[in-house]
C-alpha cells in the first residue's frame, strides 16, 4: 500500500501564492510518475501538472507560466508552486501516484489518490 499525503491548500486573493506539496509513504515500490489534479462540483477532476521520475514535465495549458512542479526524489514528494493565483484557479487538487510496487520475484503497476487538499482564490 502507498498513502499520499497533500499539504499546503488554503486561502489567497487573486494574483497571490501558494504551494503544495504531496508526500507518499510505503514500501516496496518505485515511483514512477506523480500528478496533480483539481476538481470543482460537479465537474471532471482535470490534469493540472505531471511530473515523471525522470524529471519531464507536462503542464494544462491553463496553468503554464504560472504553475511549476518538482520533485524530490529522495524524499518521494512533489510541489506544486502556484503564482499569479486566479479566482478559477478554486478547486480541490490531488495528488496522483503512478508507481511501481513490487512483490518477491514479481511486480505491478498500481495508481494512488490522496485525500485533496483545497485551494480557494478570491477576487
Known amino acids: 500500500q502507498v498513502q499520499l499525503k497533500e499539504s499546503g491548500g488554503g486561502s489567497v486573493q487573486a494574483g497571490g501564492s501558494l504551494r503544495l506539496s504531496c508526500v507518499a509513504s510505503g514500501t516496496g515500490f518505485t515511483m514512477n510518475a506523480m500528478t496533480w489534479y483539481r476538481q470543482t462540483p460537479g465537474k471532471q477532476r482535470d490534469l493540472v501538472a505531471e511530473?515523471?521520475?525522470?524529471?519531464?514535465?507536462r503542464y494544462a495549458d491553463s496553468v503554464k507560466g504560472r504553475f511549476t512542479i518538482s520533485m524530490d526524489n529522495t524524499k518521494n514528494t512533489i510541489y506544486l508552486q502556484m503564482n499569479s493565483l486566479k479566482p478559477e484557479d478554486t478547486a480541490v487538487y490531488y495528488c496522483n501516484a503512478d508507481v511501481t510496487r513490487w512483490y518477491g520475484l514479481g511486480s505491478t503497476r498500481e495508481n494512488y489518490w490522496g485525500q485533496g487538499t483545497q485551494v480557494t482564490v478570491s477576487s
Open positions: 511530473i515523471e521520475s525522470g524529471g519531464s514535465t
